[in-house]
């Protein structure tokens, strides 16, 4: 009986150690890139480029800026890429350009 008290503390320990690790490991699967933007006008004209970017399959997010011409986006690594992203703002009918064509990659 004592040594399977043991176990469960050491059980215990050790997820209490590597939950934060995994965690940590899910974050850095995130990517993180920002692209130009142009040809915006409008509130609805950024919810087209937010919609157009949720809407590729391992985007987590998308921040788009009116003011700055600018959308970022967070997505998952390996689900898609920055290059897919910017076409999916081509074909909501915006030009758009990666900032950093290194970013993310
Ligand atoms: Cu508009």
Do not use: H, I, R
């Amino acid at each position: 009986m004592k040594k399977l008290s043991a176990w469960v503390v050491m059980l215990a320990l050790v997820m209490a150690v590597s939950a934060p690790l995994l965690a940590g490991e899910q974050a850095k699967a995130d990517l993180n890139v920002k692209m130009s933007v142009k040809g915006m006008t409008c509130a609805t004209c950024v919810a087209g480029v937010k919609a157009a970017l949720e809407k590729v399959d391992g985007v987590k997010s998308a921040e788009v800026s009116l003011a700055d011409n600018e959308a970022t986006v967070v997505y998952v690594k390996g689900k898609t890429t920055p290059e897919a992203l910017v076409k999916a703002v081509q074909k909501a009918g915006f030009q758009a350009s990666l900032k950093d064509p290194k970013a993310g990659a």
